[in-house]
């Protein structure tokens, strides 16, 4: 946009980097130190871009054939000779570690507005063991019908934690808790601010409020020790029935131990899960089940 204020005369082409001059195994090892992750940079013989794209695509979320775009535009020169921009234009380009940063940011910020849900229903029910795979996230998501308004079918999600438990396998939460205690976690001690009530950055076990919408929404961030980054959401909508409530885990994995350990856990976590959504009680004493017209696993 820039450009478009210069003169005339000085139309000419321009050569745009950033600050720093580096390799790209030096982009993905900042990378992977942005993300917590430990990566080892392994040199081999001989490695066609071919062979590169088919590997690329078989341990990240990217295609072979979008791979094999990517490792061919290697061999075109990218490094800045001519500094010219500096001097005809205001901007200054940001530096490595900066736009990694404000990368990952905006990502995570995309991600929490995109209505994923929205996308996959427009497409009928995808079934696949394991979860829904949304770039390197891993989603598990299902709903149930309550025949209560939002404003009672939100009130015992509001209150799950803490000296009122889990309302399900609540010895699996607590021996989970003990788990990431051991390994210098926080794990259940923290409980909860207030038994009824919550807002946004409240400590809930090992979990911290993210997002608190009154009677519609609360955004669970993980904050016990895991190989990756772990959220969990419930929403209470209201329809003609009543109300339907949407419980959803999502999994940022950190490599293959965190792929390890999403898949070796989700049994127990699919078990878990969907007993949770299906026993939350009514009154808050906990003994008065909702009225339910059925459970729709919408997502494996």
């Given at each position: 946009m820039a450009a478009l204020m210069l003169p005339e005369e000085q139309c000419r082409a321009f050569e745009i980097g950033g600050t720093d001059q580096v390799s790209y195994g030096q982009i993905m090892q900042e990378y992977a130190w942005q993300c917590g992750l430990h990566r080892w940079m392994i040199p081999v013989p001989i490695l066609t871009p071919r062979l590169s794209s088919l590997w690329l695509g078989l341990i990240t979320p990217l295609y072979a054939r979008i791979g094999r775009k990517l490792i061919d535009s290697m061999r075109n020169p990218t490094l800045v000779h001519d500094t010219s921009a500096l001097t005809a234009f205001e901007i200054r380009p940001k530096g490595l570690r900066e736009a990694i940063e404000r990368a990952l940011h905006h990502e995570d910020q995309e991600f929490a507005l995109t209505s994923w849900c929205d996308a996959l229903s427009s497409a009928g029910k995808p079934r696949s063991w394991g979860g829904t795979k949304f770039g390197t996230r891993l989603v598990d998501s299902r709903t149930v019908q309550v025949s209560v308004p939002p404003a009672s079918a939100f009130a015992p999600i509001q209150r799950i934690g803490g000296l009122n438990g889990w309302y399900f396998a609540n010895v699996l939460w607590w021996f989970r808790g003990a788990v990431d205690l051991l390994v210098g976690g926080v794990g259940l001690r923290r409980g909860r601010r207030d038994p009824h009530t919550l807002s946004a950055g409240d400590a809930l076990d090992f979990w911290r409020v993210e997002t608190f919408v009154p009677d519609h929404e609360l955004g669970l961030v993980a904050e016990m020790k895991a190989p990756g980054r772990a959220w969990l959401h419930f929403e209470v909508e209201a329809n003609s029935q009543g109300s339907?409530?949407?419980?959803?885990?999502?999994?940022?994995?950190?490599?293959?131990?965190?792929?390890?350990?999403?898949?070796?856990?989700?049994?127990?976590?699919?078990?878990?899960?969907?007993?949770?959504?299906?026993?939350?009680?009514?009154?808050?004493?906990?003994?008065?089940?909702?009225?339910?017209?059925?459970h729709d696993s919408q997502f494996p």
């Open positions: 339907v409530i949407r419980q959803t885990a999502i999994f940022d994995p950190a490599g293959l131990a965190g792929l390890l350990y999403w898949y070796m856990l989700y049994p127990v976590h699919r078990w878990i899960s969907a007993e949770c959504s299906t026993r939350l009680p009514l009154s808050q004493d906990g003994g008065q089940l909702f009225p339910r017209s059925g």
